[in-house]
């Protein structure tokens, strides 16, 4: 079954950088969207960036010039390097995987890393 794991999520202080990452696995990498998402407690999840299996990028407003997401196919990984990082950005970091083939939506999630900008 298709699995997404993420890691790379910790400790950081504000103005700092992480990247985290998502590998896929029992999936077609190649042939999906792929996207980070993150949740703040008491928040709704809320899309972060997402990048198309062309490699067209989307980001949120509040981390465009900050955030960058990229993927290697090669290795089944997507992520996405936090720079200027601020206590705003703490959260926990899901990757999502989606794809759409002849009607049918198949969309998974990974289970989450929790970032936590803080001095």
């Known amino acids: 079954q298709v699995q997404l794991v993420e890691s790379g999520g910790g400790l950081v202080q504000p103005g700092g950088s992480l990247r985290v990452s998502c590998v896929a696995s029992?999936?077609?990498?190649?042939?999906?969207?792929m996207g980070w998402f993150r949740q703040a407690p008491g928040k709704q999840r809320e899309l972060v960036a997402t990048?198309?299996?062309?490699?067209?990028?989307n980001y949120a407003e509040a981390v465009k010039g900050r955030f960058t997401i990229f993927r290697d196919n090669a290795k089944n990984t997507v992520y996405l390097q936090m720079n200027s990082l601020t206590p705003e950005d703490t959260a926990v970091y899901y990757c999502?995987?989606?794809?759409?083939?002849?009607?049918?939506?198949?969309?998974?999630w990974g289970q989450g890393t929790q970032v936590t900008v803080s001095s």
């Open positions: 999502n995987a989606n794809a759409q083939n002849y009607g049918v939506n198949y969309d998974y």
């Open positions: 990048i198309t299996s062309s490699g067209v990028t």
């Open positions: 029992e999936m077609i990498f190649r042939s999906y969207d």
